[in-house]
C-alpha cells in the first residue's frame, strides 16, 4: 500500500471527528497492538491464541473483522446494509456502489484471497491495490474519490469527494470498533476469560496437585480427592479455585508444596485467593 495513493484529507478528517474512546481503539488498530489473542500470547499473558468467539486459533486483527462468528456475521451484515444505504444517500456513482460492495462482500467470504488486477479503470486497480481491510480501515484510493467528484459535478451538485469519503471512512471505523467491542463482551464473560488464560493454567495446577496424591495430608482432606480427575476438571473455574486453595494451603503449611507457576506468580495467587 503506497500512502500517496490514499486521500488523507479525508482520514484526517474523519479521525478529528472521532470521539476519545474511538481513537484510542483506531490507533491500536493501525499499529497492530490491539490485545488479540495473538498478541497476548506474545506478551505471555495467554497460553495460547484462540478466538473467544469462534474458538478458531491464531486470532489477530484480521480474525477480529472477518470472525465466523454468528455474531459477528450479523454485525457484518448490518455494516453492509447500512452502507449501501449511505452510498445510495450520499449520490454515490452506481459503479462505485457496485465496486465496493462486490469487494468487501467478497472479501468478508474469502479475507485471504489474493486478488488479481482484473479492471481496466485506474481507479478500481487502484483501490484493489490497497486492498479491502485497508478500505475498511479508513484507506480509500484518491483516484476512486475524484470518480466520484466528477459524478457529482456531472449531477450539477456542490458536493465534495472529500467530505463523501469521510463519510465512509467513520462507517468504516465502527464497524471494527463494533466487531471489536462484540468481541470483548464475549471474552470478558467470566467463564471464557477464565478458560482462555488463567484457568488453562489452572486446569495444569490441579493436575499436578491432584497426582501428588493425599497420601501426606491430614485424612481431613481426603475427601477432596474422592472424585476422579477427570470428574474435577470438569467443575466450574471457581470450584476449581476452591479445591487448588484447600490442597495447596495445606501443602504449604506443612512446607511440602512443590514449585510451580502458583509459587511465584503473585497475579494467580491472589486470583485463586493463596497468601502472598
Known amino acids: 500500500m503506497h500512502i500517496g495513493n490514499i486521500t488523507m484529507t479525508a482520514f484526517h478528517h474523519a479521525r478529528l471527528t472521532m470521539q476519545l474512546g474511538m481513537v484510542k481503539f483506531m490507533s491500536k488498530w493501525w499499529s497492530n497492538t490491539l490485545a ?29 473483522l472477518v470472525c465466523w462468528d454468528s455474531r459477528a456475521k450479523i454485525i457484518r451484515q448490518k455494516y453492509l446494509d447500512t452502507l449501501h444505504q449511505l452510498l445510495a444517500n450520499t449520490s454515490t456513482h452506481p459503479e462505485i456502489i457496485s465496486f465496493i460492495m462486490e469487494g468487501l462482500s467478497q472479501f468478508f467470504r474469502r479475507p485471504n484471497r489474493r486478488e488479481e488486477d482484473q479492471h481496466n479503470e485506474q481507479w478500481k486497480r487502484e483501490q484493489q491495490q490497497i486492498g479491502w481491510c485497508n478500505f475498511v480501515s479508513g484507506f480509500i484510493g484518491k483516484t476512486l474519490v475524484a470518480k466520484q467528484q466528477d459524478h457529482y459535478k456531472t449531477l450539477g451538485l456542490r458536493n465534495k469527494g472529500k467530505q463523501w469519503a469521510s463519510k465512509i471512512i467513520i462507517h468504516n471505523w465502527h464497524l471494527l470498533y463494533k466487531q471489536w467491542l462484540g468481541r470483548n463482551e464475549v471474552l470478558h464473560q467470566k467463564e471464557i476469560i477464565n478458560s482462555l488464560s488463567r484457568g488453562a493454567l489452572l486446569d495444569i495446577e490441579i493436575e499436578r496437585e491432584y497426582d501428588a496424591g493425599y497420601e501426606d495430608l491430614p485424612p481431613t482432606t481426603h475427601r477432596w480427592f474422592h472424585m476422579s480427575k477427570t470428574q474435577l476438571l470438569e467443575k466450574s473455574v471457581e470450584y476449581k479455585k476452591g479445591w487448588l486453595l484447600i490442597v ?27 497468601n502472598t
Not at 497476548?40 to 497460553?47: A, E, G, P, T
Not at 506443612?254 to 486470583?271: D, G, H, M, P, V
Open 36 to 64: 488479540t489473542g495473538v498478541i497476548l500470547q506474545q506478551r505471555r499473558y495467554r497460553i495460547h491464541n484462540r478466538c473467544p468467539r469462534y474458538n478458531e486459533w491464531g486470532e489477530n486483527r484480521l480474525h477480529v
Open 248 to 274: 495447596r494451603t495445606i501443602r504449604e503449611a506443612l512446607n511440602i508444596a512443590e514449585y510451580s507457576i502458583f509459587s511465584t506468580s503473585r497475579a494467580l495467587q491472589k486470583w485463586v485467593g493463596l
